[in-house]
């Protein structure tokens, strides 16, 4: 009996208690682990917003009235893995003037197809092409000649600023390659009273046209 009763005196503590002794131990190492969790998927945001998308500060007011200067826009990269570009895009692009800069430009001809200036008309393969978001008339600046005709390489585009008061584009570039094209503008995130979404214009294939 009285080693059943030495038996007993020995039990350890409840097992309860143990336990709560563990969960209060680990406590603070479980607060650091989510820290770190939350960083790391931070950083995993950040990584996967910047594959899929660019962004860009407009700078002067070569796509007014679209765009005003200062503003803040948004594009997104995957659109062109998925799709080429098209006609009447709104794209953020490479600055041929500026490796390290971007710009904001649309897209008026296609690979392959023959472009022309003449006057305040642009034509695309001898069709005049209908642009209703141009600021101002299309103008030649005097520093270069007063028509322009030009045939794209099966991987160059012409792009054009919506205000063509400014001649900082294929006028003066000339034609660009695709791979200069980062992705297609589709929204104005900044200054705040300026959020909106870019619309972009859409043409008809010019066979239908």
Same mark, same amino acid.
């Given at each position: 009996?009285?080693?059943?009763?030495?038996?007993?005196?020995?039990?350890?503590?409840?097992?309860?208690?143990?336990?709560?002794?563990?969960?209060?131990?680990?406590?603070?190492?479980?607060?650091?682990?989510?820290?770190?969790?939350?960083?790391?998927?931070?950083?995993?945001?950040?990584?996967?917003?910047?594959?899929?998308?660019?962004?860009?500060?407009?700078?002067? /007011?070569?796509? *007014?009235?679209?765009?005003?200067?200062?503003?803040?826009? @948004?594009?997104?990269?995957?659109? +062109? #893995? !998925?799709?080429?570009?098209?006609?009447?895009?709104?794209?953020?692009?490479?600055?041929?003037?500026?490796?390290?800069?971007?710009?904001?430009?649309?897209?008026?001809?296609?690979?392959?197809?023959?472009?022309?200036?003449?006057?305040?008309?642009?034509?695309?393969?001898?069709?005049?092409?209908?642009?209703?978001?141009?600021?101002?008339?299309? /103008?030649?600046? *005097?520093?270069?000649?007063?028509?322009?005709?030009?045939? @794209?390489?099966?991987?160059?585009? +012409? #792009? !054009?600023?919506?205000?063509?008061?400014?001649?900082?584009?294929?006028?003066?570039?000339?034609?660009?390659?695709?791979?200069?094209?980062?992705?297609?503008?589709?929204?104005?995130?900044?200054?705040?009273?300026?959020?909106?979404?870019?619309?972009?214009?859409?043409?008809?294939?010019?066979?239908?046209?």
């Amino acid at each position: 009996m009285e080693s059943t009763g030495n038996a007993e005196l020995s039990v350890e503590p409840a097992s309860g208690e143990t336990v709560d002794a563990e969960v209060i131990g680990a406590s603070p190492r479980l607060w650091w682990r989510s820290l770190a969790e939350i960083a790391v998927m931070v950083l995993i945001i950040i990584f996967v917003a910047n594959i899929l998308a660019v962004q860009t500060e407009m700078v002067g /007011t070569s796509m *007014s009235p679209a765009l005003n200067a200062g503003d803040e826009v @948004l594009a997104s990269r995957i659109t +062109y #893995v !998925l799709l080429a570009p098209e006609r009447g895009d709104v794209v953020i692009m490479r600055d041929p003037l500026n490796p390290n800069g971007d710009v904001v430009r649309r897209v008026i001809g296609l690979p392959g197809e023959r472009v022309e200036i003449r006057g305040s008309q642009v034509l695309i393969n001898g069709q005049p092409l209908v642009e209703d978001y141009t600021g101002n008339p299309l /103008t030649v600046s *005097s520093n270069l000649t007063t028509s322009i005709q030009i045939q @794209l390489q099966p991987s160059e585009y +012409y #792009v !054009l600023g919506d205000n063509r008061l400014s001649i900082n584009d294929s006028r003066s570039w000339g034609p660009i390659p695709g791979a200069d094209i980062l992705g297609r503008a589709w929204l104005v995130y900044w200054p705040p009273d300026s959020i909106s979404a870019i619309q972009q214009q859409r043409y008809a294939p010019l066979s239908d046209r």
